[in-house]
C-alpha cells in the first residue's frame, strides 16, 4: 500500500542500504539515497530507488538535495555515513540517535576515551594521524584499528613499530563495513533491517522473538593466493536440510588471498537448528562441501 513521504538513505554501497532500501519500499514509501558517488550507488539499490548526488559530509548540501520532499525518516546506508545521517535527521526533526552519539560512537578514538573515562581501568589507547606517530606508542604487542572504519576491516594484532607502520601506511583513511543481521532474522524472527526503518520513521517496532532457535554462519575463505577458477559445491551445500542461505561474492577469475579482513571473504552460509550446536554441525557440514578451485598459472 503506498504512502505519502520519503525514505532517506545516506549513502548506500553495501548490504545495509540495499536492505533498507527493500524494507522502506515495502511499506510504501518512497526512497531517495544521497551520495557523494552516485553512479556506483545506481548498481547497488533496488529498482525504483532514486540517487541524488550531493556532499553528504555537509548538512547543509543534504538538505538543499532533499529540498521539497517530505522526509519521513533518515538512515545511514552504511556505517560511515552514521554521523552524517544522525544530523540530517535532528536537522529535519526527525527521529535518530544524537549527532554526538553517532559520531562518538563511530570514531573508534572518541569511543575509546569516552569508554575509559567510565572504567576504573582505562586501555591505553594512540591516535595515529600519520605514520610517524608511531614513535609515540609504548607496550607491544598492540591492536591496530582504522579509526573510522567497521565490520572488521584493517583490525591486526603487530608486534613492533616496524609492523605498526606497515599498517598505518595501508589503513590511514580507510571506510568500511559489513554485517549480518539475517542471523537474528533466522533464529528469533525478528527482522532488524526493517525495525530500523521503523524506528527512523517513528512507528513503534516490535523486537519480541516469533520464534526460539540457533542460527550459525561460515564465511567463504581462500587458503592460498590465487585465481578462482570456480567455487564448487554449491548445490550440494544448499541441498542439506537447515541450510537457508549459500551467498558468494567472489567470481571466476578474481586474484584472492588468505583472509586479513572481512573484505576478502568469498562468501557466506548460513544454517539453522533447534539448537546452537545443531546448527553449527550443519553449517560446518555445509562448509566442507564447498571447493575454491584455482586457476593452473599458464607455462612461462
Sequence with gaps: MKR????????????????????????????????????????????????????????????????????????AGYEGALPAAAALAAALGLPG???AAALDTFHKPRARAL???????????????TVDDVAT????PVVAKPAASGGSIGVAVLHNPTELAAHATRW?????ERGLPELVEYALGIDQYAAAVRAAIGEPVRLAPSRQASAAIRFLTADRPGTIARIAG???ATAIAGVTQVTITAAAGAEVHPAEQSGDRL?????????AESAAATAD????????????PAAA
Design 4 to 75: 505519502d513521504g520519503t525514505f532517506v538513505l545516506v549513502e548506500c554501497n553495501g548490504g545495509y542500504g540495499r536492505e533498507y532500501a527493500r524494507r522502506a519500499t515495502a511499506l510504501g514509501l518512497d526512497v531517495v539515497v544521497l551520495s557523494r558517488d552516485p553512479e556506483p550507488t545506481r548498481g547497488t539499490v533496488p529498482a525504483g530507488t532514486q540517487v541524488r548526488e550531493c556532499d553528504t559530509r555537509r548538512v547543509a548540501a543534504a538538505l538543499a538535495a532533499v529540498s521539497g520532499l517530505s522526509v519521513v525518516g533518515v538512515l
Design 97 to 99: 540517535p544524537s549527532p
Design 115 to 129: 569508554a575509559n573515562s567510565l572504567v576504573g581501568n582505562p586501555v591505553p589507547c594512540w591516535l595515529l594521524s
Design 137 to 140: 606508542v609504548t607496550g607491544y
Design 172 to 176: 590511514l583513511g580507510a571506510l568500511d
Design 234 to 236: 554449491i548445490p550440494a
Design 267 to 275: 562468501g557466506h552460509l548460513i544454517a539453522t537448528g533447534p539448537t
Design 285 to 296: 557440514a555445509a562448509r566442507r562441501h564447498i571447493r575454491i578451485e584455482f586457476a593452473i
